[in-house]
T-cell receptor, first 112, second 112 residues
């Protein structure tokens, strides 16, 4: 079946460094991808999304890269801050109903 | 503008009991989706409601049922609770034609 997964369960970075969180997906028909941030005790918060007709999209301190050839996307966070500490999920809708398929998440730890 | 709200925040139930969780969508949203998030996992889609009808369902047994009211708010009901039903239950709302789902803070259900 289709899946959306992340390569690493935990990523530890130094404050001020850049963070890169990776995600692989299996369904080549997926045309829309979303990154969510989930802080402890809270629901997932939308960070950025990208459609399959793009290979890069930038937001405030975040960039998402999509490589459809290898079915891989990444979330880059520039100048990582303590407030970025959270679990990050990539997700993709199944079909056109916006039923989201989530990966298991990567926990980002920011060292002071 | 209030975001997605859920109640209660926490709930403790005994095996075999029944539970009802509630969700109010973000203003202007008409579609509500429910997700189950086990500890250390990504959210898993339960079902989605639009126009007071269940539009799509994930791989969950019939013990999980729901309802959407004319004001777009929604309830999730779980009957004959099992220990494995212990999880964070998330509600997400969206516009029918929108691509972004907004999540509530979730209800933490513990079954003992």
């Amino acid at each position: 079946g289709e899946s959306v997964g992340l390569h690493l369960p935990t990523l530890s970075v130094q404050e001020g460094d850049n963070s890169i969180i990776n995600c692989a997906y299996s369904n080549s028909a997926s045309d829309y991808f979303i990154w969510y941030k989930q802080e402890s005790g809270k629901g997932p918060q939308f960070i950025i999304d990208i459609r399959s007709n793009m290979d890069k999209r930038q937001g405030q301190r975040v960039t998402v890269l999509l490589n459809k050839t290898v079915k891989h996307l990444s979330l880059q966070i520039a100048a990582t801050q303590p407030g970025d500490s959270a679990v990050y999920f990539c997700a993709a809708p199944r079909d056109s109903s916006y039923k989201l398929i989530f990966g298991s998440g990567t926990r980002l730890l920011v060292r002071p | 503008d209030a975001g997605v709200t859920q109640s209660p925040t926490h709930l403790i139930k005994t095996r075999g009991q029944q539970v009802t969780l509630r969700c109010s969508p973000k203003s202007g949203h008409d579609t509500v989706s429910w997700y189950q998030q086990a500890l250390g996992q990504g959210p898993q889609f339960i079902f989605q409601y639009y126009e007071e009808e269940e539009r799509q369902r994930g791989n969950f047994p019939d013990r999980f049922s729901g309802h959407q009211f004319p004001n777009y708010s929604s309830e999730l009901n779980v009957n004959a609770l099992l220990l494995g039903d212990s999880a964070l239950y998330l509600c997400a709302s969206s516009r029918l034609a929108g691509s972004e789902q907004y999540f509530g803070p979730g209800t933490r259900l513990t079954v003992t």
